[in-house]
């Protein structure tokens, strides 16, 4: 006899929707806008009072404020910022790979980047930017030209070396 289903909590859908959409972040192609446009102004931003740490503290990566300087650096080291981190290493999906994946177009391949935590405020004053390096990959087996007809003469080769 199968295992019969618990039904508790089962009024509290409202209040789920409710929390998951106050907990929702930045998705990853909105942070890679923020990233392309202008960064410093995130970490300079204008004090308002309804943020956490009047927003002086953001970790532009995870798009959150923090009440002050011990707590960023403190996220830095976590297991959540890394994580996004090295989400945000590959090229974002766009329209236009939609519209290579329906056949309109030739695929290319995401192009893979380095991306550094962000400097600290002293650091920024010092003169440090944000870094976001794209790393040249080389090229991967279904890059590169495989021709029907080269293999045909090398399959066409070796049954030669055989028959000998």
Known sequence: MP????????????LRR???LRNRKKDLDEVDADLKKNPEELLKQEIDLDKPGFAQFYCIHCATYYINDQALQAHFRTKVHKRRLKALEVEPYTVEDSLRAAGQGSFVQPQKRKMETQPSLPEVEAGKRIKVDIMMEEEKPAKRNLSKATKYTDFKQVMEGLGK
């Open 3 to 14: 295992y019969a289903r618990k039904k508790m909590h089962s009024g509290d859908t409202h």
């Open 18 to 20: 409710r929390w998951r």
